[in-house]
């Protein structure tokens, strides 16, 4: 019954909207309600007494907006995910001031690790202060690299030229991403709130390092899980360049080049076109 009732909410709803936003706030509401019973507060009696007071209608009302404030609330969190991971990145926040105070994300050499494609930069210039950046980082660069496709700025021409079945690698890992990025700040916003509401209501020191240390845990889990999640991502970002530019090619008109290097400069005119708006004017449109 409840995979019954789970495919009518997932067909209607969208199901990356779910995972990363409407079942990880459930979650992280729940958990902060049960921290609050731990610490001796009646949370849950108050609500069932005052639940038995009201009426059929202020019941009615009372749950109506409840969970619109729920979705509102999952919809805003949904909207943010690109923030969120940004966050996680290091371009701006704490992870970006801790990390340019210790020099963190800058180590590894990119020649003799197996992985450091998928790892890091080559250019230690364009890291990152966190690994989960900095495995992003390395796969907006290889499009450049490779051909001269500036990805931040032709994405999404890309993914509007390809069709929904070549996207669906991308979008899965993406939603992959997402999600343990939220699990990840969830936990530690856990932390937070375990810790200063233990705190101010004396709920006892083995509770406080118990709830602290439970949301600590989740959120590192998430984090190393969201890492790995950052890599798939961008092996899936490497192959929809590798495999479907010539889509976004055909779609914008532009010539079939001969070789490599007239691939790169093709590319290159059409990034700074983006970019800048600055037309290139030495090829024709192939209307084949």
């Known amino acids: 019954m409840l995979t ?4 009518k909410v ?8 779910l995972l990363t936003a409407l079942f990880p706030l459930i979650a992280l509401v729940a958990a902060c309600i049960w921290v609050t019973q731990l610490s001796g507060q009646s949370v849950l009696t108050d609500l069932q007494q005052s639940w038995s007071d009201w009426s059929v209608i202020e019941q009615f009302v009372v749950a109506v907006s409840s969970i619109a404030v729920l979705f509102v609330a999952a919809y805003l969190i949904y909207l943010s995910s690109t923030l969120r991971i940004r966050l996680l990145e290091g371009y701006y926040g704490p992870v970006a001031w801790l990390g340019d105070a210790l020099g963190w994300g800058r180590s590894g050499d990119w020649d003799t690790d197996p992985f450091g494609y998928r790892n890091y930069p080559r250019d230690v210039a364009d890291r990152f202060p966190s690994r989960l950046g900095n495995s992003i980082r390395a796969a907006e660069l290889y499009p450049y ?3 001269r496709f500036d990805v931040v700025y032709l994405w999404p021409s890309l993914t509007a030229a390809v069709d929904a079945d070549a996207r669906k690698p991308l979008d899965a890992a993406r939603t992959s991403l997402d999600f343990l990025v939220t699990i990840c700040l969830g936990g530690f916003l856990y932390a937070g709130y375990a810790g200063a509401y233990i705190a101010i209501n004396h709920g006892g020191r083995l509770l406080w390092l118990a709830m602290v240390l439970a949301g600590l845990g989740v959120g590192f889990i998430a984090y190393q899980g969201a890492v790995a999640a950052a890599r798939d991502y961008g092996d899936q970002i490497r192959a929809l360049v590798d495999v479907h530019r010539s889509a976004l090619r055909s779609a914008m008109q532009l010539p079939k080049p001969q070789g490599p290097a007239e691939e790169r400069r093709l590319w290159a005119e059409v990034s700074t076109q983006a970019k800048a708006g600055e037309p ?8 084949k």
């Open 10 to 17: 997932t067909s209607l709803v969208d199901t990356r909207f």
């Open 280 to 287: 290139a004017l030495w090829w024709t449109y192939d209307s």
């Open 4 to 7: 019954t009732v789970l495919d």
């Open 145 to 147: 690299e490779a051909y």
